[in-house]
């Protein structure tokens, strides 16, 4: 049963995302999957009998609401926080394209997801959760409100029609190693039918890096064409050097964990709780820090 008060902070968080998304009422109520009445008389303050239960879940798992009573996770002004901010904001406002190859566990996907919960036009892709072309396109159409339940053809179409029209919008996929061969041409086909009107952004981990070498290796089709399309480079927001990765990555971590006891109102050794995420490579788990920081809390 969803109350009366979670509805009110998800409908609170929904202003802040209407904020964000650049197109019509009609068109947001379609990203988030219910109709533009249902939207409308959710906005004007009713709150009962107009969205489902499960509609309710469906939305706050969309715009990223925290239905616990947990403190929410705070953004730590880190380096690959930084790097991965200055990228986007690159390519949403020149429509350019670039690739993140790096390692795991370093804060790249939170800091998409940030950006894409602060700035207009832009949207998302779990890659790993849309392998498929079908299931790729149809989660870019339906996140940019634009009708993804038809036949696909018309979807790509009214997609890349729709695309063409907005300022600067964003695509990106993060996962994106996880793609099925045909996405990745398709995803190559939407990227020369909306070159220069809307920028992409790929990410992935060293395993990203390693398909599209070894398919260029092979001359598999489309694998070169994309490469070149994506700057030629693989960008890293972590330096190669052993002693430099070190240092940055434990200082990102301390940054994280001083910044998030502060939020939680806890007082914590920061170097003791960092030393705890840490592997015997020395490289600190950044997926440990909240694990560690709920112990201290309870």
């Known amino acids: 049963m969803i109350t009366k008060e979670i509805k009110q902070k998800i409908l609170k968080a929904l202003e802040v995302s209407r904020s964000n998304f650049s197109g019509s009422d009609s068109k947001f109520a379609v990203s988030l999957g219910i109709s533009a009445s249902q939207y409308s008389r959710t906005k004007n303050g009713e709150l009962d009998r107009v969205i489902s239960d499960a509609q309710w879940m469906s939305i706050a798992r969309k715009i990223g609401v925290n239905l616990n009573d947990t403190t929410e996770w705070k953004t730590a002004n880190t380096p690959v926080f930084q790097f991965i901010t200055t990228q986007l904001e690159a390519c949403q406002a020149g429509s350019l394209s670039a690739m993140l190859c790096d390692m795991s566990d370093i804060g790249k996907s939170y800091s998409a997801k940030h950006y894409t919960a602060t700035h207009k036009g832009v949207v998302y892709v779990d890659c790993s959760q849309a392998k ?18 038809g036949r696909y053809a018309d979807v790509y179409e009214d997609l890349v029609f729709y695309l063409k029209t907005l300022p600067t919008p964003l695509i990106i996929l993060d996962e994106a190693g996880d793609l099925d061969y045909t996405a990745f041409l398709e995803l190559k086909a939407l990227w020369n039918a909306v070159e220069n009107t809307c920028g992409f952004y790929m990410m992935g981990a060293d395993g990203l890096e390693a398909k599209i070498n070894r398919s260029i290796s092979v001359k598999k089709v489309g694998y070169t064409e994309m490469f070149s399309r994506f700057g030629r480079r693989y960008g890293k927001a972590v330096p190669l050097g052993k002693e430099e990765k070190e240092k940055m990555l434990q200082a990102s971590a301390a940054m994280i964990i001083k910044v998030n006891a502060e939020a939680r109102g806890v007082s914590v050794d920061v170097n ?18 909240y694990k560690e920081l709920t112990k201290i809390g309870e």
């Open 132 to 149: 498929s072309k079908q299931r790729l396109i149809r989660h870019i159409a339906k996140s940019f409100g634009v009708g993804s339940t």
């Open 272 to 289: 003791k709780v960092l030393r705890k995420t840490m592997g015997d490579d020395r490289i600190p788990s950044l997926r440990r820090i």
